[in-house]
């Protein structure tokens, strides 16, 4: 047993997969400095996947684990704001080994039935292990550990040529299935199976024109991003300093004759459907301009909802979070299990309610989904195409870390795949809209966004 627990920690395995991890994070950090580029993304994702390939299950191992640090190390971070700076590493290093073990078991699995199928038949077991580990890639968007589902092979693809779809990415992953085996056939056949692999190439094209920017341009919605730290968000003598702070925006947003001012998630901690008074201020100023913001609500029956607000001609409606963040929202472990981890690092406090299906907020004779933080970037908002969507969040809980720009080119690549336009306030890290550009001059991943 030691020695197959000794064989993961060789030189080779482990090289290789940081090496592969490094490839398939290039892009998230190459956009987080300012230095997206498809002439040097699109050649390292496609390295990536061919390196997991041809790779055995170590370097499957090593890179999830080395992905999961690389992608996801900014979970702990959280924990810095709720007074556990001891479970940041912990916490970081546990997300590792979820997708190290994840991957392992995957690779293994692919290659006991590689070796199974070329018993069987006549097939080649590399061949067969590949295309194995080409489907599981490809599958990996329906894989979401504890409900998280931010890990897409896919989204390495979103500042490149290529289309991020299923279909495209399983057009991507044949080609280089097919060159591949080309290396391990004559001559004649090498030359069929590369031409073949350039055409599925050819077909996954699809050369969109993405715009990250910081402002609407159109010039009539307001993004009114904060900067408030999350540990005086939530202090009682900064409450008042919030509520005017908000008071002022709207009527400077009114002042410079917008027509819709969003703000971000929790822009006002407390339960604004509770507070008669509050509410009234903003319905009045809702005369002038549609306010969206962020806001606790208490149902009837005292479940806890994060919402957002739609002020509009002195009404209001609420939409509810759909997708909760696991754990940090609700505990996505047995019942036992998630009472206790609530009492150990959240103070005991309850898990929020979900509401059941998504909502829309009409804005000008437009229709908008709403949407709160963390279910911005899942896919079951999306499910039914949106055209436009107003997101706020409040990513103060993980900075300073990467989320930020995974956030958003996560938005990005569903803005490539359904097509919604974006408008996203956010609390402790830059507000944006994105869409596509009609003139087709910007390249994609780059954007006029202040860091």
Known sequence: MWEKISDYFSAGGLTGGLLTALAGSAFLYLDRWSLSSPWLETPLALLFFLL????????????????????????????????????????????????????RFMALGAEWLGKKISTLSTIDYRLSTSAIKALLLWSWSFIHPFGFDWFKPELLLVHTPFGVDGFRFALILGALLLFLHARETRFRRRASFALLGCLLLLGAFRPDRVQVLSADPAGKIELAGTRIPVERKWLPQNLRPQIQTVLRRIDRAIRRKKTVIILPESVLPLFLNRTPDLLHLLEKRSRKIDIVLGALYLTPDGQNRNSAYHFHRGRYTVADKVVLVPFGEANPLPHWASRWVNRIFFDGAPDYKAADTPADFRIDGKKYRAAVCFEGTSERLYADRPARMILISNNGWFVPSIEPTLQKLLLEYYHRKYGTEIWHAVNMSSSYMITTSESGTVPPGRHPLPK
């Open 52 to 103: 997991l390939l041809r790779g055995g299950h170590r370097l499957w191992f090593w890179s999830g684990l080395f992905l999961g640090l690389l992608w996801f190390g900014w979970i702990g971070v959280s924990f810095l704001h709720y007074g556990h700076p001891w479970a940041v590493p912990l916490v970081s290093l546990a997300v590792a080994l979820v997708y190290a073990l994840i991957f």
